[in-house]
Structures are given as C-alpha cells and as structure tokens.
C-alpha cells in the first residue's frame, strides 16, 4: 500500500467515521519546506534528519484536530512494514491506543524494530520475513514514536501518536481535507516535521466547509 | 718467524675484537630502536583495531538511540550489551590478543558538554574514582578519537596507568558530535624480543614518570633528559646518558600528539651494563680463542712440518747412498767400457797387424812357390804354409768382423735378400770345392724366399752353417738346407749327418773359440758358429741348434721376412 492510496483511504475514512454525527469539513494547504531533491517519481517517502530534525522525505505534513473526543469502541489495526530496508509507510499517524502491526516483507533479511522514544518504549526483536504472528505493539501515549532497527542503523520511521481520530496526511503538495468534523471551536495544527507543529484556531460550522492554510 | 705469526695474529685479534666492540654497540643500538619500533608497530596495530571496533560500538543504533531520543537512562545498558565483549571479565579475566582487540577496564560516556555521564551501576562499566572519572572529561568533544592516559591509584607505588581512547559519537540525526565514548584498557605490556630484554619502557604524564623497578639516579636522570626532552619541544629523542659511569640509551616519544587529553610520552632505557658486560666477557673469549688457536696452530705446523720434514732427511740419506752407488756403478761401467774399448782396440789392432805380415808372408811363399828349382817335397810343405796364410787371413777377417760387431760399428743395411739365391750361390761354391766325403747335398728353398737383410752378412751366416755341416760330417753323409716362411718369420735350416754334438757341450758351442769334442781333427779356430749367431742377431734373428743326435744335427736361423714392397721392387723379374 503506498502512501497516496493510503491517503486516500485515510480521507475516505475520516469522511464516513462519525456518520451519525453533524459533519463540518475543513480543507486547505500546508505550506511545505522545500525541497532541493529532484521530483520523487515511485513515490517512496523516508524519513531524513536535517539539523536534528526529522521528517518525511520528500515532506510530508499530518493535520489534525486537536481537541476532546470520545473513545472509539474499537480501532483498526495499522502496518508499518519493512521493505528494502525502509518503513513504509515511513510516517504513519494514529489515535492513540491503535494497534500497530511490523511485518517483515524482505526476502530474507532479519529486522530487529525498536524504539527508545518517550512516547513508547518498546523492541521487537530480531524477526524474520513472515514472521507468525506478526510482531505489533499497542500505542498509548500521544506523541512523536521514532522507529529504527537494531541492525540497519540507518533506518528510520515515524508514528504520530495522536489523541485525535481526526487527522489527515497531505500530499505531496501539501493540500488536505480532513470531512466528518463535529462542528464546534477548536484547534487544527499542522505537524511538519518533529520540531515544528503549527496550529490554527477553527470554528467548525455544521454542513459547511472550512478553508484553512498553514503559511 | 714464530714471533712474527704471534704479532700478527695479536694484531689481527686486538682489530677483531676492537671491532667486534663497535658492531656490538652499534647491534646493540640497532637492536634498541628495532624493537622500540616493533612495540610501537604493535601498538599502533593494537590501537587500530581498538578505534576500528570502537567505531563500530559508537555507530550501534541502540546507544545512539538512547543519546538522540532523549532515552539517557537506557545508554549505559544499550552500552552494556553492545560492550559485553569488549570488557574485561572481572571475574574471569581474559588475556589480551596482542594483534586483536584488547580488553577494557572501563568505560564511561561523555555528554554534549564533555562532561562525564555517570553511569547508574559503576561496578557495571568499571569502577573509577570521582578523581579519576574527573580526568576523563573533556572541555569539548573530540572531533576525532583521541587518546590519553590516566592515572589510577594514590600513591606512587600502587599507582598504575591506563590507556584511554575517546571516541566521538556522531548523531546520524545531526551529524554533529553529540557525545563521546571513552574506553580504557591496560596499556599494552609486551616483553620486548631479540636482544635488547633489559630495556624498561614506561610512561611519562603529568610531570610523573611511570617506569616502576628503576634506581633513584637513573630516575633523576631520566627526568633530566625528559625536561631537556620537553624543553626542545621534540616529537622524539634518543639519547646516551652516563649515569653512575654506567651506560644507558634512552627513548622519548610522545604518545598522543594533538589529543585533547594531558600530553603523554613514552619512555625507555636500556642500561647497557650487561651487554657491556657481555662485550667485556666477548673480548676475553675473543683473546682466549686467538691464544689457544695460535697455540694449536703452532704445535700443528710444528708436526706438520716435522712430518713433511721427515721424507726429506730420509731423501737426502737416500740421494747420498745413490750417489755413492751410482758413482761405484759409474767408475764400474767407465772401467767396464774402458776394457771394453781396449780390448775392442785390441782385436782391431790385432787383425790389422796381423794382415799385413800375413800378406807378406804368402807373397814371400808364393815367390818361393814360383822357383823352378823346387823339390817335390819342398813345394808340397811351401803349398801347406801357403794354404795355411788363407786361413789365416780367413781367421783375421772373422776376427775383424767380430771386433766390429763387439764396438757396435757394424751396421746392417737391410734390404730384401732372396735367400733361394743366396743358397744356390753357395751350393755351387761348394761344389767346386774338393769334396772328400762324398757328401751328397739337397735344397728345398722356396724360390722366391725372402728375408730382411744385407746379402753380404746373410750369406756370410749361410757360409758358416754350410761349412760346418761340411766339416763335421761323415764321409757319404747328407746335407739338407731347406728354407720355410712361418708364423711371420722366414727360417733356414741347415742339417748334416755328422756326429752328434754331446749335450753337455751343447750349451758352449755357440762361445767364441769353442769347438767340438772331435774338434782337433776338423780345420777350424772355433768362431764360426759365434759369428753366424751374432750376425743372425743383428738381423733381427737368431741361430739356433734344433736337435743332434747319433743321425743329425740340424741348425736353424730365423730372418725376419723382407718387406713386402722391397721384396718386391728388388726380386729379379
């Protein structure tokens, strides 16, 4: 699954979760930092460190609405699997309590995943391709989770531990629409990169859609 | 002689061993540096594979982990794990691989600030003094490894030195220096090899020599040469310090040029007593050797010469005796010679004066002969002598002859003589003569028959032969000459029927003046046979008696065979 089908399924998601519910809509762009790399034509986003910063190469932003909402009865299960020594996704947003799954999909190359981020402390283990049942750890605490593997130092993934089921990953070109919204005030931030979040106020009106831009 | 050789090899012994003097100090000095050289190449082995296996640790993604994800209280047990082969188990202690990495001691973290990070369990990661961890720290990461050395221990008898590496480590997040890995092991204590086991090599830091084992004066010595060392601002220094009139070579190197830690230096010193020592028991042997060779030398040449001398004495005793001998054997053949000629002179002295009365004599018969008024009686006696001067001339010749033979005058020109000739010549000489007994003589000569000769002498022999088969025959006995050429020779043999030579006088009747038993009777002087053998002989032949007995008595003469193409051109067509 690459990341704009996954995109795409995220903003199908976001759109028909809370069908019950008044919906409001907010769409707009992030303005992404730019990039000298040249146009990535397959699409393959890793995760590099400029100045201590890590991000999505080339970038990517998650917006998402910050705020109080109730737990969901149950979340769905989310991968984060190694490929040609990468993670793809290589930047994976969930609600907090989502369980993740690392399957190992190279043709015959160990993985040991581990994370030593405050947000979640956990190691896998060296595993094989194929590995049954596929090593997965439960996310509970809301923030920046970064992946690497004990035997590919150079690999690197992010999860956004979020408190929020409304969150959306823009594209290449930074444009998002997160659908589904309660109406209601609230504060719709932008996470560029592991140091910068932006965030901006909303006013969410039933049945309309906003229109905001992250400069 | 002798004295000269003693001086000789004295001198040759005095430059061998004043020689052997100088390629020992400088061996010695050589020695000294090769093996400073092979412990620093040892160690720079050793601290490459130390900083290769460190770089290795720096980059694990668990202690970078811990360092870029905020996650500090999981470094030192990430490290652990990670450095679980590196360090020295307390309890089980390793012995170091001298090429391979060795073991540390200890090992502690340095933060972004260069401070020591203290480590939640001391015993875990070696235990250090709050001193000692103090001197680890750093006023800011090292870009680069760098190494030091630390003191560990109060006094200076305990005290011992450790060798420390700090490694930075280099966020793959920032690229910047985010901390620093320092690791301390023992420094590495190799007992030098080849020649030089005396040399002590120590260490010099802060001011303070570590070289445990070394005498107060050299001590101060050394630490004189180390300020002089220091003060010249030299990377390195070798040097000969006389301390208490003893030798001692000495090597100041710095260890760790440019290192952020205090500057080390190595020390060594190589007290050169013992090798001193050594030479001095060198230059003995070397003049006890030479001593004792000289020694075996002169009692060797003295045998050999002895035994070489001994054939020589013995030679000249020798040459002496032959002298002696050969001066008898000379004055013997002088005299034997001498006799020889004399009587050689003699017997051609003789013929030649007795030819000449004997030709007078016969002239003066013969005149008496040719008077006419001769008595019967008288003439027959004058025709007796005259006959008489015949033989005696005949005996002359012969004597001649044999004189010439004796004096080795005579010489044959050989050529090709048909012998079938030579016989029929003679049997028609013989026929003329008066023949009394009736002999009745037969030739079987192959015609043709051919021998190497000169005609005159060989039908001289035949005349001989023939004559005596003549005169000791029997009246109405027989003759046979007969000639064969076998087995490469051609032989002649002449046969009569006279009576047979007694084998007692055998043997003699070839001796000069020797005749026959029945002798008296028969004209002759007795050297006919001598004659015919010695002419026989000087053709390369010989003459032999074959047999006698009652019936026959048989000579036989062997010729050698005339060439073949003389024989050839000179046979008569």
Redesign the interface.
């Known amino acids: 699954m690459n990341v704009r089908s996954l995109f795409v399924f995220l903003c199908v998601l976001g759109a028909h979760a809370p069908i019950a519910r008044a919906q409001a809509s907010v769409e707009g762009r992030v303005e992404l930092p730019k990039t000298t790399s040249a146009p990535v034509v397959a699409k393959r986003y890793e995760v590099v460190?400029y100045?201590?910063?890590?991000s999505t190469s080339p970038p990517l932003a998650v917006v998402y609405l910050e705020g109080s909402f109730p737990k969901p009865a149950s979340l769905p299960t989310k991968q984060v699997a190694q490929k040609d020594l990468m993670f793809v996704p290589a930047l994976l947003p969930i609600q907090v309590g989502t369980k993740v799954e690392f399957p190992n999909q190279e043709k015959d190359t160990y993985h040991n995943i581990?994370?030593?981020?405050?947000a979640k402390?956990f190691d896998l283990g060296r595993y094989r391709p194929d590995e049954k049942p596929v090593p997965f750890q439960i996310f509970d605490v809301a923030g920046l989770v970064?992946l690497?593997?004990?035997?590919?130092?150079?690999m690197r993934g992010l999860i956004l531990v979020l408190a929020t089921p409304h969150f959306a990953v823009t594209d290449d070109s930074g444009h998002f629409k997160l659908t589904g919204l309660p109406a209601g005030h609230y504060t719709l931030k932008a996470w560029i990169d592991s140091r910068t979040t932006r965030e901006h106020p909303i006013d969410l009106k039933s049945g309309s859609t906003a229109h905001v831009d992250f400069p | 002689m002798m004295l000269v050789v003693a001086g000789l090899t004295a001198t040759g012994l005095y430059f061998a061993q004043r020689n052997a003097t100088s390629t020992l100090q400088q061996d010695l000095l050589r020695d000294f540096q090769a093996d400073l050289a092979a412990l620093h190449k040892v160690e720079e082995l050793r601290y490459a594979a130390l900083a290769e296996r460190c770089r290795a640790l720096v980059a694990k993604p668990r202690i970078h982990a811990a360092l870029e994800d905020n996650a500090l209280d999981l470094l030192y047990p990430s490290a652990r794990d990670e450095l679980r082969d590196i360090m020295q188990d307390r309890a089980n202690p390793q012995p170091d691989q001298i090429s391979g990495v060795p073991h540390a001691s200890f090992y502690r973290f340095l933060d972004h600030a260069g401070k020591v990070l203290p480590p939640p369990n001391p015993a875990e990661v070696g235990v250090l003094s709050t001193d000692e961890e103090a001197q680890l720290a750093l006023k800011e990461l090292p870009q680069t490894a760098q190494v030091g050395y630390l003191r560990r221990g109060a006094g200076a008898a305990e005290a011992t030195i450790d060798e420390i590496i700090a490694l930075p480590i280099t966020s793959t997040e920032t690229g910047e220096v985010i901390a620093a890995l320092v690791i301390g092991f023992k420094p590495l204590e190799v007992a030098p090899k080849g020649g030089v086991e005396d040399m002590v090599s120590g260490i010099w830091l802060n001011g303070w020599l570590h070289l445990p084992g070394l005498s107060e004066s050299v001590r101060a010595a050394v630490d004189q040469e180390m300020n002089r060392f220091l003060a010249a601002n030299e990377v390195e220094r070798s040097s000969r310090m006389y301390i208490d009139g003893d030798l001692y070579l000495s090597f100041f190197k710095k260890l760790n040029s440019g290192s952020a830690y205090p500057a080390v230096y190595e020390v060594a010193v190589h007290p050169l007593r013992i090798a001193l020592t050594r030479q001095h028991r060198l230059r003995w042997q070397i003049l006890g050797a030479g001593a004792v060779l000289l020694l075996i030398g002169f009692i060797a040449s003295h045998l050999i010469a002895k035994r070489l001398s001994a054939p020589v004495a013995k030679l000249a005793v020798d040459s002496e005796e032959n002298r002696a001998r050969r001066k008898r054997v000379e004055a013997a053949l002088a005299s034997k010679h001498e006799e020889l000629q004399r009587s050689t002179r003699f017997s051609a002295d003789a013929s030649h004066q007795l030819k000449t009365p004997v030709t007078v004599l016969r002239a003066g018969i013969e005149e008496l002969l040719g008077r006419e008024n001769l008595e019967p009686a008288m003439y027959d006696e004058l025709s007796a002598l005259h006959h008489q001067t015949y033989r005696l001339t005949g005996v002359i010749d012969d004597l001649l002859l044999l004189s010439r033979m004796d004096a080795g005058r005579l010489k044959i020109e050989f050529g090709s003589v048909d012998l079938s000739q030579v016989v029929e010549e003679w049997l028609d000489d013989l026929n003329a003569l008066p023949d009394p007994l009736g002999l009745d003589v037969k030739t079987h000569v192959p015609a043709g028959l051919s021998i190497s000769g000169e005609r005159r002498y060989a039908s001289l022999i035949l005349q001989n032969l023939l004559e005596n088969a003549r005169k000791y025959n029997r009246s109405g006995g027989r003759i046979h000459v007969a000639g064969r050429e076998e087995n490469g020779s051609v032989y002649l043999t002449v046969g009569n029927s006279g009576p047979a030579i007694p084998p007692e006088m055998q043997p003699y009747i070839f001796e000069r003046f020797s005749r026959g038993a029945n002798g008296e009777k028969i004209a002759g002087h007795g050297i006919g046979l001598n004659l015919a053998r010695e002419l026989a002989r000087l053709h390369g032949g010989e003459l032999n008696l074959v047999s006698s007995n009652n019936e026959w008595t048989e000579f036989e003469v062997r010729f050698r065979p005339a060439e073949q193409s003389t024989a050839n051109s000179r046979r008569p067509a």
């Open positions: 460190t100045g201590g910063v890590l581990f994370s030593y981020s405050p402390r970064t690497r593997c004990d035997i590919h130092e150079h």
